[in-house]
Structures are given as structure tokens and as C-alpha cells.
């Protein structure tokens, strides 16, 4: 399974923009790049996934290089809701692991008033 | 956005007794279905695949006899944890893809299931 690398964890204040990276230098032709994020005891929530152009949606944006071995999760505006676990993961939609999604350890975004 | 129940929400039970946790997915059909499991401060593992009307699919090292997982609709997974021991105390969270979008599209997440064996 491609394997992503994210910073154990950042800091924010409230309001300000937000920008999480993360390193996949052995993706696939064939991964999609997910993010997800989950508050304590939840499960995850979905966040954007994208595959070789920049995406925006309601909830953040997600840069992703010209290589596609790393990307960035850029959430505008942090607020104190936005305090949580961020996953970015590589998702296969081909081969023996379709479909499948591996978590890593993260990023604890902590977001301060 | 699709929605993924389980219950129960958090369960107690004895050791050496089997525990039953149900995943639906209330607004949309799910021919495929995924179990994780995390244990506390630890990321999520993924155990198995649940698949329609056919057998689950587990991952490397998951006990197919301990945690026995139906799919018998397509609005409905379970998971059963047999012969609970407190080692498999942990948080069981299922997630489901919206039909016709497989894998190239988001993955739809339960609330998940803590589970305490005493």
C-alpha cells in the first residue's frame, strides 16, 4: 500500500488559515488523494479527495503538486470546531488493495481562541 | 451526504461472550461495506471488506472465526465479536461507499461502536 508521511501534529489560532501537509512520494497513477478528519470518539469524516487538480469545496481546499508526491489540506479559516485528527491517505482504485483506505497516524490539529 | 448508523453506540459485556454490531446505511444501498477498529490514541485498522450476499474479506492477521462479519442486505452489515476477551475492547467503526462511485469517490463513515469486555 502507497504510505503517506504528516506531521505528528500543528497548531492554529482561530480564524486564521490552516495549511496541513502531507508527503506521498510513492504514490500510484491510479491513488486518489483522500482526506479525512475525526473528532474523539467519532468516526472519520470525510474532507476532499482529488487526484491531480487542486479541489475546493465547502469545507477546505487541497493543493496537490505537479508531481502529486505531496499535498497540502488548506482550511481557510480555522475555527475551534476544526480541532481533530487529520488523515490524508492514498485511495487505489485499482489492483489487489481497491478501494481499500489506510490510515496513518495523522495530524492533531489543535486550534487555539 | 450518505449516512452510515451503527449500534449499538457503546456496549459492556462479559468476558467470553459475543457481541453483536450492527453498520447500516440509512439513505442509499451498499454492496460493500469496511470494518476498522481503533484502539485508543491509535489510528484506524482496517479488518475486513463486507460484501453482499457473499463472504467478507479479512485482512492479514484478523481472526475470520472471532469476528464474524454478515452482509446479508444491502442496507446491513454485522459485525459479532465472538468469544469476547478484554483485549478486544476498542472503538469498531464500519464505513460504506455510496454504490455505482466505488473507490473514486468518499468513503461514508459510521458513528462507531465502543466496546468494553469486563
Known amino acids: 500500500d502507497a504510505k503517506t508521511t504528516q506531521p505528528n501534529s500543528m497548531e492554529s489560532n482561530e480564524e486564521e488559515p490552516v495549511h496541513l501537509p502531507c508527503n506521498h512520494s510513492?504514490?500510484?497513477?491510479?491513488?486518489?488523494i483522500h482526506w479525512y478528519r475525526q473528532l474523539p470518539s467519532q468516526g472519520p469524516e470525510y474532507v476532499i479527495h482529488?487526484?491531480?487538480s487542486n479541489v475546493n469545496n465547502r469545507m477546505a481546499s487541497l493543493a496537490i503538486a505537479e508531481d502529486r508526491k505531496s499535498s497540502t489540506l488548506i482550511l481557510h479559516r480555522a475555527t475551534l470546531r476544526d480541532a481533530a485528527v487529520y488523515y490524508c491517505i492514498l485511495r487505489d482504485t485499482s489492483g489487489t488493495s481497491y478501494g481499500k483506505l489506510t490510515f496513518g497516524q495523522g495530524t492533531i490539529l489543535t486550534v487555539h481562541p | 451526504g450518505a449516512v452510515v448508523s451503527q449500534h449499538p453506540s457503546r456496549v459492556i459485556c462479559k468476558s467470553g461472550t459475543s457481541v453483536k454490531i450492527e453498520c447500516r446505511s440509512l439513505d442509499f444501498q451498499a454492496t460493500t461495506m469496511f470494518w476498522y477498529r481503533q484502539f485508543p490514541k491509535k489510528s484506524l485498522m482496517l479488518m475486513a471488506t463486507s460484501n453482499e450476499g457473499s463472504k467478507a474479506t479479512y485482512e492479514q492477521g484478523v481472526e475470520k472465526d472471532k469476528f464474524l462479519i454478515n452482509h446479508a442486505s444491502l442496507t446491513l452489515s454485522t459485525l459479532t465479536v465472538t468469544s469476547a476477551h478484554p483485549e478486544d475492547s476498542s472503538f469498531y467503526i464500519c464505513s460504506a461507499d455510496v454504490p455505482g462511485a466505488g473507490a473514486y469517490n468518499e468513503q461514508f463513515f459510521g458513528p462507531g461502536t465502543r466496546l468494553t469486555v469486563l
Open positions: 510513492t504514490i500510484s497513477g491510479t491513488d486518489y
Open positions: 482529488g487526484l491531480t
